[in-house]
Structure formats: C-alpha cells, structure tokens
C-alpha cells in the first residue's frame, strides 16, 4: 500500500504583492492558483497529498501557504523562504516552526546573483541551524551551483536536503555535462535527495517528448536509486509546457524498467512521506493506482 504525494507544486494570489517574476509576459501563470484549482487533478489520479512550495522570497508568502495548510485537507504541509543570511534566522525559523505544517525551506538560489552564495559563512551557520532542528533544504539550483552545493552538503553532514527539478540540466540543448558530473558528487551524499519535476519546462515548451527527457531521468535515478527520488508536478508552473496528466505520464514513462512496481510507486509518495517524515490520517491508494 502505497500513500500518493505530489511533493512539489506552487499556490499564489497575485494580489498578495510579492510574486515580482509574475507579470501578463509569463501567460498562462499570470493567474490566481489555489487549493480548489488542483483538487479535481489530485483526485483524479490519485494523490491523497501534496507539498506547496514557495514562489516568492518573503516570510509573508511562507506565512501564507502555511495559513492555507490549515484549511486545506489536500495539503501535507509547505516548503517556506526565510534569508539565510539573517541576523534573526534561528529565532525566524522556530517562529515557523510553530506551524506543524512547515517542512523546508527554500531559498531562491537560481535567482540570485552570486552562484557561491550558499557557501557565504553566515548561510552556512543557517544551514547547520536547519540541520540542528532537522528542518530539510530545499535546493532551487541549476548546474553553475552545484559545485557550491555539494561543498554546503559537505559542511553539514546532519542536513536533509533535496534538489528541485534534477537541478535544471539543459533538455531543450540536449546537454548533459558537467551537470552529469555534479549531480553524481551531490548524490554520492546520503542524506540527499532530488525531485523528478520541472523537467517539461527545461525541454522545449512546444515540441518536447518523452524521448528527450529520459536521459535525464535515468541518471537521476541511477544516481540517487528508487529510494531518494521523488515526484512533484511543478503545477502550475508545468502549464507552460504540459498538463498535469501529461507530466504525470511523463514521469511514469521514463522511469528505469528494471525497477519493481513497488519501487515505482515509492517515487510517487513513500518516498516523499518518509522523507518529510510526514503522518497523514487518509486512507492509503494501492500502489497499483498509479499505472496509467
């Protein structure tokens, strides 16, 4: 038995202010996404749960997500932002983690104009603070970071950490180093993980395929092995490039054939439960509730 978790997908409303990436240029994400928006695409394919992550630098976002955790059933719990670099980051971060639903945090590395960043001293205090209190990390990084990356990593050996979207690698130029290369020092560390999502929006938008992303997938997965990798839509930010359904295929597609169907279907949540160390009082989807 098996419990479907979407680990990684995004809610704002754009009135709120703090969402400066989101203008009428970016289309079909230029919109209010909420709870009742993805309810009808969790149901339908089975997910009990899903993760919301932060799309905006500010507390005030975090604080907002966390409210809507309250309230909203389908939510297990939200990834926040907090600066790394805060004279207040510890007393910030139990204020947090008052909210029982707070499970990471994210700051916006891919954003940012040093790519050393996360290896300034200060972020690293911050980080040992985030292991200490086993709060996991989020990393948003493309391959120009994760040589820093995989240095933080080896600094605090205590901290969970997980990479979003397979760090970016660049589909659409069908490039693979030395993104190969440093995905596999940031894998060969235990307590990391790394998130099949975003990859349809790295391809090209209008004529990606199944093909082309496989690659990519499968050396995730030889890297960091059925264990630590987990599923998340990238909902809706995917919308760029796909539908729901079709990125959930995608991942089910290109996933190696030599893994069991258990295996399989721990992508699609165990493996995100027992990472977030999440407790949910649903009833559990058979494993079998993922095949197309």
Not at 25 to 44: F, I, S
């Given at each position: ?8 997908q ?14 009428p240029?970016?289309g079909?994400?230029?919109n209010?996404?909420?709870?009742e928006?993805l ?11 899903s ?8 507390v005030e ?14 939510l ?25 639903y ?14 050393a ?5 200060r ?10 209190r086993?709060v ?5 990084v ?10 933080l990593?080896?600094?605090t ?9 397979c ?8 490039v ?16 990391v993980?790394?998130?099949l999502?975003?990859l ?9 395929t199944v093909?082309?992303i496989t ?5 995730v ?6 264990e ?5 839509s990238d ?19 290109t ?7 258990q ?11 027992r990472f977030y160390?999440?407790?949910?009082d649903?009833a ?9």
């Amino acid at each position: 038995m098996t419990l479907k978790i979407d680990a990684h997908q995004h809610y704002w409303r754009i009135s709120r202010g703090d969402y400066g990436w989101l203008t009428p240029e970016t289309g079909v994400l230029y919109n209010d996404y909420m709870p009742e928006d993805l309810r009808k695409e969790l149901d339908k394919h089975g997910f009990a749960a899903s993760i919301v992550v932060q799309a905006a630098p500010t507390v005030e976002e975090t604080d907002f997500l966390l409210s809507l955790c309250e309230r909203e059933p389908t939510l297990a719990g939200a990834v926040g932002w907090l600066d790394l670099e805060s004279s207040t980051f510890a007393e910030d971060l139990d204020r947090l983690l008052q909210s029982p639903y707070l499970l990471g945090i994210r700051p916006m590395l891919q954003d940012l104009d040093d790519n050393a960043y996360i290896v300034r001293e200060r972020v690293l205090q911050s980080a040992r603070i985030l292991a200490n209190r086993d709060v996991v990390l989020e990393l948003l990084v493309k391959t120009q970071h994760l040589p820093y990356v995989v240095t933080l990593l080896e600094q605090t050996p205590g901290l969970r950490a997980v990479i979003n979207h397979c760090a970016k690698p660049d589909i659409a130029g069908r490039v693979t180093e030395p993104w190969l290369e440093w995905m596999e020092a940031a894998g060969a560390l235990p307590n990391v993980y790394c998130k099949l999502s975003g990859l349809v929006t790295e391809a090209d938008h209008r004529h990606w395929t199944v093909d082309q992303i496989t690659p990519y997938v499968r050396e995730v997965c030889r890297i960091f092995g059925p264990e630590r990798v987990m599923f998340g839509s990238d909902w809706p930010v995917c919308l760029l490039a796909a539908s729901y359904e079709e990125v959930l295929h995608a991942a089910l597609d290109t996933l190696p054939d030599d893994w069991t169907d258990q295996q399989k279907a721990n992508v699609f949540g165990e493996n995100a439960r027992r990472f977030y160390k999440i407790k949910l009082d649903v009833a559990e989807d058979d494993a079998d509730a993922i095949k197309k």
